[in-house]
Each structure stands twice: as C-alpha cells, then as structure tokens.
C-alpha cells in the first residue's frame, strides 16, 4: 500500500504562486495514475488536476485550468502541483491521490488517499 504525505501549502496573497508536493512512499507503482483534490470549508471534495501513469495526459478543473499544471517525477516518487495566479476561491485543503484504475479522472476510483496540505488566499 502506497503512502502519501503532501506538503508545500501555506498562506499567499491573491495572484501569488505556490508549488505543492505529494511524496509516496511504501508499495509504489509506476502503472498508477495520480491526481490532486480540494476541499473547502463546507464544501464537497473536488477534482483539480490529473496525470497518467506515463505522463502522457493531464485533466484539468475548468476552474483551475491556464492558471495550476499538474506534473510527476518517477525517480522522485514525487507528485506536483504548480499554482499560479492563485485566488480566494483557490483556498481549501489539498490532497494526492492514486489509482490503479483506467477510469482516471473519476473520485470514486481512487483508493490511496494523502492527509492534505492546508493552501489559504486571501484578498
């Protein structure tokens, strides 16, 4: 079983940037695909940003799309998320997540969960 421990998150102002990291650790897979989520306060769990196994594609939330890129680093077991131009909107706690599963840019597919890492814009 994969562990993840996300970290990077922290408090910016609105149009700063900010790069999060998603570590795994344990039983990795190169066959498994990744993605980040959010979850704001009173909110439900959101898709944001997802990579294929071999890197070969990206999904991205129409919210976040031109502005967050997703990306991996097979040697560095290490999973990315750069942010740019972030807004209040953007503020939730992030999680990584992996799934062996082809079904890829649904929740439900995902089984390895990270604890998250807390990201706050303010105005």
């Known amino acids: 079983q994969v562990h993840l421990v996300e970290s990077g998150g922290g408090l910016v102002q609105a149009g700063d940037s900010l790069t999060l990291s998603c570590v795994a650790s344990g039983r990795t897979s190169t066959n498994y695909n990744l993605a980040w989520f959010r979850q704001a306060p009173g909110k439900q769990r959101e898709f944001v940003a997802g990579?294929?196994?071999?890197?070969?594609?990206?999904a991205y939330a129409n919210s976040v799309d031109g502005r967050f890129t997703i990306s991996r680093d097979l040697a560095k077991n290490t999973l990315y998320l750069q942010m740019n131009d972030l807004k209040p909107e953007d503020t939730a706690v992030y999680s990584c997540a992996t799934t062996l599963s082809p079904v890829w840019v649904k929740q439900t597919a995902y089984d390895n969960w990270g604890q998250g890492t807390q990201v706050t814009v303010s105005s």
């Open positions: 990579i294929t196994w071999n890197s070969d594609r990206t």
